[in-house]
Nanobody, 115 residues
Framework: QVQLVESGGGLVQSGGSLRLSCAAS????????MGWYRQAPGKQRELVAT???????NYADSVKGRFAISRDNAKNTLYLQMNSLKPEDAAVYYC?????????WGQGTQVTVSS
């Protein structure tokens, strides 16, 4: 079992930046993919960004050019750098990690963007 703990959320003004972190209780080296999802009130959880063990990344169209996902295997940590934040980015952000036959989720961190 691996536990994922997100941090870095908070209140930021529109146009501001935040950096989310997701610390794993064990090695993330074996995870084939790690990602960030978000869920706003009354909406479905949506994929924001994914990074694969190869280092390749994918982003939702709504965040391309503004968000950057990265992982530090040595620190067992996943990051999401969020720039030029918009009110529509406000949501609970969840960390996700996938390896063969196993999927893990963090508890989420709240991001609030004031206009």
């Amino acid at each position: 079992q691996v536990q994922l703990v997100e941090s870095g959320g908070g209140l930021v003004q529109s146009g501001g930046s935040l950096r989310l972190s997701c610390a794993a209780s064990g090695s993330i080296f074996s995870f084939v993919a790690m990602g960030w999802y978000r869920q706003a009130p009354g909406k479905q959880r949506e994929l924001v960004a994914t990074i694969y063990s190869s280092g390749s990344t994918n982003y939702a169209d709504s965040v391309k050019g503004r968000f950057a996902i990265s992982r530090d295997n040595a620190k067992n940590t996943l990051y999401l750098q969020m720039n030029s934040l918009k009110p529509e980015d406000a949501a609970v952000y969840y960390c996700n990690a996938v390896r063969v036959r196993e999927t893990y989720w963090g508890q989420g961190t709240q991001v609030t963007v004031s206009s």
